[in-house]
């Protein structure tokens, strides 16, 4: 029924085809839409405007903003039609990748807690228009969101005009999981309310209003995530670590036995890493986290985990339908907040969130790249890692040792992009082991990522680095700055970072 | 009368000479001091344990670890005797510098918000002695703090014991201007009630209790406070520019009429900065900020700002005379924090702070280094600086687009240190103008800074840089690994990063 769905009469009228929704869109508009991490994203409205691009040849270049990633149906047909002309502030799709690496479009890799800040105070542009996907719209013309907050409920107020996909493969039993809070702007800000993660602060819906809504779309394409890759080996040694070192802490006094609220990137070491929870004897565990994944629900089924505070909840189709089955009793173990709370310094410092992310590479002094390959080739974007690394009780990165087949060493002189400094990385994991650099200077943090989280194809190389700079004549963080990054560069012409 | 200044009896038999306090420091003990920008540091205990070591060549070898930096007497004397093996989070100190940089001792550069979390999180080791000094000690055994509060009280909390130095030269009358508020651990953490930068959410004094305190030692010597360069014509067109971009943004209606709470570095280019402020049309300004000193005295008697909160005042012999005669007029206009509130991530973002810091260099894409002259020589430390980027409303970093004598481009392909990163620095001011590069992309902020910021001697060669970089494989940061460092090598070798 329709009207469940869309429960203002006056409202109904305003229901039109993708096709009309997406004439509104014009060239060098900036669009907001809802969607994080393949989740809760427009797909209707977007769909039909690369079709009609792609058939009219017309020119229409945008400025796409979004919580995070979205799935393919934006990123990918918008990049391969070259309609994005701006795009900010992550994505995983590898259409608009390579689009961005070849120059196609200009991207900005924002920390996700600025990003619904930076637009209310009017630092990103006028936004024309928010697209956001939802499960219903209330009598008074608020809005119901599916499977992802991120920063609907902002672009939404900031936008000119709103469009609504409703859903109906999203579960209108989803009603009520969302908890919309929105700062004020300085000078007027107040402290957010958050002293535990289970607590609701906001409202179930996001704040709209009938006038606003230009245009609803009716769809039913489903969430396009992406299978997790199986468990490797190297993922599940990294997760052992891992665990050792969290027991290891609540040893020595420094985490209570439940731990505290656990944030977890995404992919498979996070996902290893969330596997090996399931296993460990860790009991009543809680979530603070950006994105709820299968491996999360299996925490909260098998009892584990109490509670998981998250922006967006992204199963797999198999656990899609374990989502939709049990929906009541997830919406009593689930909160989703906009990503300026998930997100939000203030309540990760509170709270003392343990912030586990995934390192593309780090430095023997502690820098962590996690985003450029070779400095240049953006992967993903720095995402809430360090919206997380910054204000956690322990921060922590893992990364496999290696990569390219062992030709690559993930442990380098010095990173060829920083996006978490040596001020801000605690604890670092590859497969080899665990560098706790808590309380270390540079040369200390050194010598324990070598030894503990080097390969040991890599470690001699690093040691005679290492070694090398330190006769130099600034000894505090030793360097030579004409070989700091001649292990990337030597991988791009010869294929390998190895000398021999 | 030595009772207003010990106000428990019991506690006036543990005075006694600076010599036998220093008896107390063992070889291999944590020491934490009181100390924030050379002020109310101790003196009279490090210059007895230094001039003992000096006469009798034994071997104490301790951490010291303070709120940032401290005076002569402390980090002077006690690196020149190669007391110091451990050091954080920050210096200012000649002898320390060139003893840290010929690796002296070790020194760990940390956010100064993270300082007292992580102590108390254990993170950092045993606590052994805290030293503070101090204008009074109450009846209870609580301590009065003189001129700064940094990390006092987070460190008189996990010390074993304490030593109070009651130093005379310091007005009794600071009593009533501190306010003590520490957080506790979480889980248990709740909101910081502040919503506005006057007001008082704690205690007057550090809450110590007589059992703790193991000596008392009775001083006069004054703050060893470095004094300020004159304003020159560089740092007077920085600040005229910096003036003229938060005039532009009230216009455009993203900044109130007064501004919001200010947030200024040290050093001459800041101290320019609040003078110019001084001459500004702007009024009813606020600061939240970390060191008061004389320009922000002088906004205060102007009226031109209504309230300074900070974790120490600072300021020069003539500021102090000032200070000191009407002192009662300042403590109703001023509030001294610990350093975990001063530069909370949480409160600054609350507040919507201003910040504006001073870089040793930038680069192209925006990255700053604040801390380490190509790469390896450590300057000061990163400070407050992260602590009130990230989590401010604009953040601004100010540098000469030169250095010694224009042979040094302060706008680089590549920094050779990485402090700020890209996702956090909104706007680049030198002598040359102003880069805005808030919803930039990468490469749309290599066109600004490389045109707005860079000196034309260096235009060129920056240009040239950024146009070969862009025709490479990948092109989100369009580098070339094997140059980018090589400006700075090249001064390295050649004295000039020019090349012709
Ligand atoms: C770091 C990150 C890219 C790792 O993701 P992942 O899926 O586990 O990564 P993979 O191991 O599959 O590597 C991805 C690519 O990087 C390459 N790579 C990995 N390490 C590398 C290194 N040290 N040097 C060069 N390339 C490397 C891989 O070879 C692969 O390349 P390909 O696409 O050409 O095959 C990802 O976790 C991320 O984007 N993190 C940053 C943001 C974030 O933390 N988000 C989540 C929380 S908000
Ligand atoms: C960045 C900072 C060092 C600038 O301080 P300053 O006193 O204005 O600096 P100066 O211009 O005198 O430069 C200091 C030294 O760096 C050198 N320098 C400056 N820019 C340089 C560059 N781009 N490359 C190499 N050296 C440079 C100067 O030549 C000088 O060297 P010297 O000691 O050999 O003479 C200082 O503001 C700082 O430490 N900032 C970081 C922490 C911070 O922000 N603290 C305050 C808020 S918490």
């Known amino acids: 029924m329709l009207e469940d769905r869309i429960r203002n009469k006056e409202l109904l009228s305003r229901v039109m085809s993708a096709e009309e929704a997406a004439m509104l869109i014009k060239d060098g508009m900036n669009i907001g839409t809802s969607g994080f991490t393949p989740s809760g994203y427009p797909k209707a409205v977007p769909l039909a405007l690369a079709k009609r691009v792609r058939e009219t040849g017309e020119r229409i270049r945008i400025g796409l903003f979004t919580g995070a990633s979205v799935g393919d149906e934006l990123d ?30 200009e991207f900005l890799d924002m920390h996700l807690s600025h990003v619904p800040q930076y637009a209310k105070y009017g630092f990103l542009g006028k936004i024309d228009i928010a697209i956001i996907e939802a499960v219903a719209i209330t009598e008074e013309g608020h809005i119901i969101p599916s499977t992802s907050i991120g920063c609907s ?11 609504v996909e409703i859903n109906t493969s999203q579960p209108l039993d989803l009603e009520g999981m969302a908890d919309i809070y929105i ?14 993660v289970d607590q609701r602060i906001g409202k179930p819906y996001i704040t709209c209003g009938v006038d ?11 969430d396009n995530v992406r299978p997790l890759a199986p468990i490797d080996d190297i993922s599940e040694r990294i997760s052992g670590h891992l665990i050792d070192f969290l027991e290891h802490e609540v040893k020595k006094g420094r985490l209570p036995q439940n731990l505290l609220p656990l944030q977890s990137g995404v992919g498979s070491v996070a996902n290893a890493v969330l596997a090996g929870l399931l296993k460990s004897k860790f009991e009543n565990l809680v979530c603070y986290t950006e ?16 509670f998981a505070s998250g922006t967006s909840i992204t199963p797999s189709q198999e656990g899609l339908v374990r989502f939709k089955e049990n929906i009541k009793k997830y919406k009593e173990k689930i909160i989703l907040r906009p990503q300026e709370i998930s997100n939000n310094p203030e309540v990760i410092r509170r709270l003392g969130v343990i912030a586990m992310n995934t390192a593309i590479e780090a430095d023997i002094y502690g820098n962590i790249n996690s985003t450029n390959i070779f400095g240049s080739r953006m992967m993903n974007g720095i995402g809430g890692s360090g919206d997380f690394t910054r204000n956690a009780y322990i921060s922590i990165f893992t990364t496999p040792s290696t990569a390219k087949n062992g030709d690559i060493s993930s442990i380098v002189p010095m990173v060829s992009h920083h996006d978490h400094t040596e001020h801000d990385v605690m604890v670092i994991i590859t497969e080899q082991g665990v560098a706790d650099l808590r309380g270390l200077s540079p040369k ?16 001699p190389m690093l040691k005679d680095y290492f070694k090398r700079a330190q006769s130099g004549k600034y000894k505090h963080i030793p360097h030579i700055l004409s070989e700091a990054l001649s292990w990337h560069h030597r991988f791009l012409k010869t294929g390998t970072m190895k000398i021999w």
Request: charged share 25%.
């Open 183 to 196: 700062p004020d702007n300085p000078p007027n800000r107040k402290p957010i309310p958050i002293e535990r």
């Open 76 to 105: 990918g047909e918008l990049s391969r039609t070259g309609i994005i002309a701006k795009r900010l502030p992550y994505q995983t799709n590898e259409s608009i990748r390579d689009y961005t690496n070849n120059g196609g479009c």
């Open 153 to 163: 409920p902002t672009f939404v107020q900031m936008a000119e005009k709103v469009i």
């Open 212 to 222: 606003k809504i230009a245009a609803i779309v009716v769809t039913d394409i489903i």
């Open 291 to 306: 994105v709820i994944q299968d491996s999360m629900l299996d925490l909260l089924d098998s009892g584990k985990a109490l």
């Open 444 to 459: 200390e943090r050194a010598k324990v990522i070598i030894e503990n989280c080097a390969h040991p194809d890599f470690k």
